[in-house]
Each structure stands twice: as structure tokens, then as C-alpha cells.
């Protein structure tokens, strides 16, 4: 499995960021797939997932309203629309499926600043 994340960056507060994930080595499209989270000190959180057709998402109540989970499954690509950005939405991102499958990504560095 490898699961390839990009887009994060430095925002200001109330800006935007949109997350790609590219993923193989999983039969993608038969995976509900979700965004992960992680800061120092703190266990990995999942804050958004799609179910394997796209047709049903969740999202956790702290980016409910603010994020945008999506899926292309002839493209293997998972992503992740955030606005309105907060402090506390700074973290490291990673996608994976739901439930967790294989390896971590590297994930990618957002940080919102205020």
C-alpha cells in the first residue's frame, strides 16, 4: 500500500487548503477512505470519511460545515476541501482507509496561523 498526501502548507486563519491523496496498492474503490490528523503529543484523530462509492461522508463535529471530504475512484485520489481555517486545525494529515489498512503516508504539514 502506498498512500501519497500533498496540498498542506501555511495558511492564515479563515484561509483555504485542499489535500490530495494518491493511493495504490488497495483496491481503492472497494475502500470507505478517510483523512486523518495528528499533532505532537496527541493520538492520530480521523476527521472525515466517504464511503467506497462517495455516496456517504462524516465528519468529525470540530470541522463539521468547514470541510469537504471527496473521492475519484478511477483516479485512486482522495481529497479533502478545508475552509475557514483555525489554529487548531494545524497538523499533520495522512489518508488511509476506514478502517486504518496498511501503512501510514507521510502525511502532509498543515498549519494555520492567527
Known sequence: ????????????????????CAASGITFRLKAMGW?????GKQR???????????????????KGRFTISRDNAKNTLCLQMNSLK???????????????????QGTQVTVSS
Open 45 to 63: 484523530e480521523l476527521v472525515a470519511t466517504i464511503s467506497s462509492g462517495g455516496g456517504s461522508t462524516n465528519y468529525a463535529d470540530s470541522v
Open 1 to 20: 500500500v502506498q498512500l501519497v498526501e500533498s496540498g498542506g502548507g501555511l495558511v492564515q486563519a479563515g484561509g483555504s487548503l485542499r489535500l490530495s
Open 87 to 105: 489554529p487548531e486545525d494545524t497538523a499533520v494529515y495522512y489518508c488511509n482507509a476506514v478502517p486504518m489498512y496498511g501503512n501510514w503516508g
Open 36 to 40: 486523518y490528523r495528528q499533532t505532537p
